[in-house]
T-cell receptor, first 116, second 113 residues
Framework: ETGVTQTPRHLVMGMTNKKSLKCEQH?????MYWYKQSAKKPLELMFV???????ENNSVPSRFSPECPNSSHLFLHLHTLQPEDSALYLC???????????????FGPGTRLTVL | KNQVEQSPQSLIILEGKNCTLQ??????????LRWYKQDTGRGPVSLTI?????NTKSNGRYTATLDADTKQSSLHITASQLSDSASYIC????????????FGRGTSLIVHP
């Protein structure tokens, strides 16, 4: 496997379910990110992890709970979601969390989440 | 408020034709601007990155321009191919060290044979 992988690629869940999204990067990066991409809206940065520590939480509801057990893996635990949470959830990684031009982010293919 | 506006929202062109996508931003202080290409069912992939001092950068048939004075960028695609059908996203990052992005909504490009 190369790059950034995400599983599952598609997920349908009810509002009372608990599920988890998984992301794995094989690039040796130190920073990982969760994004939400809704139709017709800009990408929203949800969480930022640097060296396994959460450094940003952009006012995301507590029904989304991230976990970063090591620098290669990132999880997003979901519980009691709402239909408006249906979206494409993208994971990305970069060398570090700097905003400079040479710190390119590499994205996974995303998990298409549908909440019924 | 920091914003990134992209136009047009969608565009349909014939294969072989050129097109230009626009990105206007109000992000300040500015660090860099990146254009991404996102194919359906995939994550975004970086096409070009531009800093304040750069005004043109090419990547194959893709050429990005930046006018930091007017806070405008464009992405020009030459001799379009069917594989160029995708969403093109403009992202502007704040200066200050950390990654603080503002994303545009994207332009959806469809190239017809």
């Amino acid at each position: 496997e190369t790059g950034v992988t995400q599983t599952p690629r598609h997920l349908v869940m009810g509002m009372t379910n608990k599920k988890s999204l998984k992301c794995e990067q094989h690039l040796g990066h130190n920073a990982m990110y969760w994004y939400k991409q809704s139709a017709k809206k800009p990408l929203e940065l949800m969480f930022v992890y640097s060296l396994e520590e959460r450094v940003e939480n952009n006012s995301v509801p507590s029904r989304f709970s991230p976990e970063c057990p090591n620098s290669s893996h990132l999880f997003l635990h979901l519980h009691t979601l709402q239909p408006e949470d249906s979206a494409l959830y993208l994971c990305a990684s970069s060398q570090d969390r700097a905003g400079g031009p040479y710190n390119e982010q590499f994205f996974g293919p995303g998990t298409r989440l549908t909440v019924l | 408020k920091n914003q990134v506006e992209q136009s047009p929202q969608s565009l349909i062109i014939l294969e072989g034709k050129n097109c230009t996508l626009q990105c206007n931003y109000t992000v300040s202080p500015f660090s860099n601007l990146r254009w991404y290409k996102q194919d359906t069912g995939r994550g975004p992939v970086s096409l070009t990155i531009m800093t304040f001092s750069e005004n043109t950068k090419s990547n194959g048939r893709y050429t990005a321009t930046l006018d930091a004075d007017t806070k405008q960028s464009s992405l020009h695609i030459t001799a379009s191919q069917l594989s160029d059908s995708a969403s093109y996203i403009c992202v502007v990052n704040l200066s200050g060290g950390s990654y603080i992005p503002t994303f545009g909504r994207g332009t959806s490009l469809i190239v017809h044979p």
